[in-house]
């Protein structure tokens, strides 16, 4: 929570609307646009409230603000102690050679100051110079869209070479390795960057193979929420990586409504068991009893 407080997306987002507010006023229409552009989905919720009854004293009701200069958001010293902890990570050099010269700080902390004992200690060798060649590679291929040729060991140890076009790269926690996704290759299209050996753009006139793919399916859950122990906080937090919109219904008490592809139904219906009462679905019917299935087999185990 180090840049919580001070470099978080709300200061960020009531810093560009205080700078917009210094060369005219801002009409309502204005500001629910900035924050729903340069904030969350639910932002509107904590943002505007605030801005437009003055609680933070620097929005007038007429959109002006009263400061002369632009807000300036500098480096905490916490922050710049974080930046040089996260520089020791050999990860961080795969984008580039990247440093912070921060010389009046000591790292926050060190690599062996921590120990992770949920992961396999194989991990991808992310200091090779190699390693970090084909990963900057790929990542270009992947912005600027253009066909890699790779070379490569497979699981069995024989050497095979293809041409695919890259489309992401995928990081495993657990195995703390890359993989790169990609498309147009009959031999397949995942390919662990560790077993890559040699990997270059290819000049050649190529056309990727069509593939039909099947569209996630998708869903959506409708809940009503008390926003009791930061409840709301934590709601959002949990489900960042869906897509939402929350709604305020009163004092304490939201509206959420989350889509989700149906292969993550299992593990949206556990996040939202952890809420317990704080939190009442609503729709769709289906979820309603799949919820009511689950808290019926945990009663019958005697959880």
């Known amino acids: 929570m180090i840049f919580r407080e001070i470099y978080s997306v709300y200061y960020h987002t009531v810093a560009k609307i205080l700078q917009a507010a210094l060369s005219h006023p801002l009409s309502a229409e204005e500001l629910q646009e900035m924050v729903e552009q340069n904030a969350f989905g639910e932002s509107v919720l904590h943002l505007l409230p605030a801005l437009?009854?003055?609680?933070?004293?620097?929005?007038?009701?007429?959109?002006?603000?009263?400061?002369?200069?632009?807000?300036y958001l500098?480096?905490?010293?916490?922050?710049?102690?974080?930046?040089?902890?996260?520089?020791?990570?050999?990860?961080?050099?795969?984008?580039?050679?990247?440093?912070?010269?921060?010389?009046?700080?000591?790292?926050?902390?060190?690599?062996e100051d921590y120990l992770i004992f949920d992961r396999y200690q194989d991990g991808d060798p992310y200091e090779d110079a190699a390693y970090q060649a084909h990963f900057r590679l790929i990542l270009d291929a992947i912005r600027n869209q253009y066909p890699l040729e790779v070379e490569l060991k497979t699981r069995r140890g024989n050497q095979t070479k293809?041409?695919?076009?890259?489309?992401?790269?995928?990081?495993?926690?657990?195995?703390?390795?890359?993989?790169?996704?990609?498309?147009?290759?009959?031999?397949?299209?995942?390919?662990?960057?560790?077993r890559i050996q040699q990997c270059r753009r290819y000049e050649k006139p190529w056309e990727a193979k069509k593939e039909e793919k099947e569209a996630p399916q998708r869903a959506y859950?409708?809940?009503t929420l008390m926003d009791r122990r930061k409840a709301l906080e934590r709601v959002m937090l949990h489900f960042a990586h869906f897509e939402k919109q929350a709604e305020r219904l009163g004092e304490s008490r939201y509206r959420v409504k989350v889509w989700y592809e149906v292969e993550d139904e299992t593990e949206l219906l556990i996040r939202l068991l952890s809420f317990g009462p704080l939190v009442q679905v609503k729709e769709p019917e289906?979820?309603?009893s799949l919820l009511r299935q689950r808290l019926q087999q945990q009663r019958s185990c005697g959880l």
């Open 74 to 111: 500098p480096l905490t010293t916490v922050e710049k102690q974080w930046l040089k902890a996260i520089e020791q990570d050999p990860r961080l050099q795969l984008f580039g050679d990247i440093s912070f010269d921060f010389p009046d700080v000591k790292p926050l902390f060190r690599p």
């Open 52 to 71: 437009k009854e003055e609680k933070w004293q620097v929005l007038k009701s007429d959109g002006t603000t009263p400061l002369s200069k632009a807000p």
């Open 162 to 194: 293809m041409v695919l076009l890259p489309k992401a790269l995928e990081y495993s926690e657990k195995d703390d390795k890359f993989r790169l996704l990609g498309e147009g290759n009959r031999f397949g299209n995942t390919i662990n960057l560790a």
């Open 286 to 288: 289906r979820m309603v």
């Open 221 to 223: 859950v409708v809940f």
